[in-house]
């Protein structure tokens, strides 16, 4: 089958590969489309902590089940699924507490395990999910970015009417507003670049209100350190971003922490019910996702996607995948 391998890091190729083979409990997924996003870009470009090498990029995945490791599994030929990307031991600490994300056994599609920029790809079967028959394999990509989404906003505690700050208006970031509308609040997205701030109907500078929580999803130390100027009273800030190495060091006043009771919290990734939690909302139209595809894009032009993402010059952009 052909697939993008990343040999070591800065360099890929489209290639051929064997096809992989699926072992009981698991199935053969013929891949429909697959989402590029940043962390792609920093895998093949910069690499990643969970990044094991060499490597067939890509989390976001969907497709049409082909073949199963059994006959159990092979029931499921012909069904349209969703990939969770992750997989967990389900006994420690973080599994049993709902944050399988932080499992020190998780391994994660397109990291540990080939992802799905390729023809094909195997899953376990308790890791996937079909997709809904009112909704289509494009919308239903956005259901792992969302999944990242919808743990951010968990970790932030909103509430129905909770004044919301997002920093950044890419696609993590129009997700993050949209979700945050589908829980009743009310987002304030702050995007200097206007061809992104049209689309969440967001502002160029900091806002002069205090606001009940503030998500970061831009890499940017200074918008940081404005998130935490703007927190009310048990404000929460969620890192959803990470920062480069030598950035990542922020001076924090925790006297204000203190008298203000306000909390920082971490974000990355997602577990199992946020990827079911967000294709029930994306069949049920409550965050819609159709209108952010701003590039289709071939499997062979993922220089070109690399491009896009590396100048903020698209919002999502789907991979499609030669058939065989």
């Known amino acids: 089958m052909q697939a993008i391998v990343v ?8 290639t051929n590969v064997p096809k992989p083979s699926p072992r009981s409990g698991e199935v053969l997924i013929e891949v429909a489309v697959a989402g590029f996003c940043r962390t792609d870009l920093k895998i093949i470009e910069v690499g990643h902590r969970d990044l094991v090498l060499p490597r067939i990029p890509a989390e976001e995945v969907v497709g049409t089940v082909c073949n199963g490791g ?24 973080a599994c049993k507490n709902g944050a399988e994300n932080l499992c020190a056994e998780m391994r994660i599609m397109g990291f540990h395990r080939d992802g799905g920029f390729a023809q094909y790809v195997v899953s376990p079967v308790a890791s996937i999910f079909v997709i809904p028959d009112n909704t289509s394999f494009e919308q239903a990509v956005f259901a792992e970015p969302l999944s990242c989404c919808l743990n ?7 509430e ?54 503030a998500i970061v999803a831009t890499g940017s130390k200074e918008a940081y350190n404005q998130a935490i100027a703007c927190l009310g009273p048990r404000g929460r800030l969620v890192v959803f971003s990470g920062l480069p190495r030598d950035a990542a060091q922020i001076p924090v006043n ?3 922490l203190h008298y ?27 965050v819609p996702v159709a209108d952010m595809i701003s590039h289709r894009l071939k499997l062979d032009d993922l220089g070109i996607a690399l491009d896009l993402v590396r100048n903020r010059a698209g919002m999502k952009i789907l991979l499609y995948l030669p058939k065989s």
């Open 7 to 14: 040999k070591a890091i800065g360099r890929f190729e489209l």
């Open 260 to 286: 203000r009771e306000q909390s920082i919290t971490g974000a990355y990734g997602c577990s199992y019910r946020h990827g079911e939690q967000a294709l029930a909302w994306i069949a049920q139209r409550r």
């Open 152 to 158: 951010a906003l968990e970790l932030a505690r909103v």
């Open 254 to 256: 925790f006297n204000t």
């Open 70 to 93: 059994s006959p159990e599994d092979r029931r499921l030929i012909g069904k349209r699924v969703f990939v969770y990307p992750g997989t967990s031991c389900g006994l420690c600490s």
């Open 160 to 213: 129905p009417e909770d004044q919301v700050a997002i920093w950044g208006a890419g696609p993590a970031g129009t997700l993050l507003c949209r979700a945050t509308k589908a829980l009743d609040a009310v987002p304030t997205v702050i995007e200097p670049d206007p061809r992104r701030r049209m689309r969440a109907g967001g502002v160029t500078g900091v806002p002069s209100g205090i606001f009940d929580a």
